[in-house]
């Protein structure tokens, strides 16, 4: 059983789409995060989840917007694409208590033409 | 200044060579310290934590010294599929929440 699992793996589209990643862990965690890995390989984070709630955003454009229905999903919609966009972004979630490190998922190789 | 800074790298090693890397982060407020692992086009996943008494696991030892606000990982006798990244990540609670801060990584190839 994939522990946090994001679709879809791999996802082309042109400039000024709008398109979605979802992620779900099974782990019973209650936050979850989205992180940019970009072409330098510099993993940065974009926001944070705690049981639905917003808890970090790091100055991301608000074409970027999470939605999480339940503890367990936290999705990505990004509105009007653009060429910068493209990058892994990877889904990670971890207890509430602190020390713990995250588990991630397999990241969603985002490219845009 | 990055958060967290490593040397990229490259580090070209021969198997069975020890290869040590560090790292040093700016905010001194990071609670906890881990070692990540991050194999071509795949996730970063857990290697350690590393602890202020020093840590090791195999032919991994991590060593924190928080009042110089750096962190080592040394490998011992390292093997083919060490090959990787190896990412320094510092974790610090904020107001709000809580955030594993990443550096760069540290690429290492380990050849015949």
């Known amino acids: 059983d994939t522990a946090v699992s994001q679709t879809p793996k791999y996802l082309v589209t042109q400039m000024g789409n709008d398109k979605s990643i979802k992620c779900e862990q099974n782990l019973g965690h209650d936050t979850m995060y989205w992180y940019k890995q970009d072409s330098k390989k510099f993993l940065k984070i974009m926001f944070s989840?705690?049981?639905?709630?917003?808890?970090i955003n790091e100055t991301v454009p608000n074409r970027f917007s999470p939605k999480s229905p339940d503890k367990a999903h936290l999705n990505l919609h990004i509105n009007s694409l653009e060429l910068g966009d493209s990058a892994v972004y990877f889904c990670?979630?971890?207890?509430?208590?602190?020390?713990?490190?995250?588990?991630f998922g397999s990241g969603t190789r985002l490219t845009v033409v | 200044r990055k958060e967290v800074e490593q040397d990229p790298g490259p580090f070209n090693v021969p198997e069975g060579a020890t290869v040590a890397f560090n790292c040093t982060y700016s905010n001194s407020a990071s609670q906890s310290f881990f070692w990540y692992r991050q194999d071509c086009r795949k996730e970063p996943k857990l290697l350690m934590s590393?602890?202020?008494s020093g840590n090791e696991d195999g032919r991994f030892t991590a060593q924190l010294n928080r009042a110089s606000q750096y962190i080592s990982l040394l490998i011992r006798d390292s093997k083919l599929s060490d090959s990787a990244t190896y990412l320094c990540v510092v974790f610090i609670l904020t107001g709000g929440g809580n955030k594993l801060t990443f550096g760069t990584g540290t690429q290492l190839k380990v050849e015949l």
């Open positions: 990670a979630s971890s207890p509430r208590t602190v020390n713990y490190g995250y588990t």
């Open positions: 989840y705690n049981n639905k709630e917003l808890i």
């Open positions: 590393v602890y202020s």
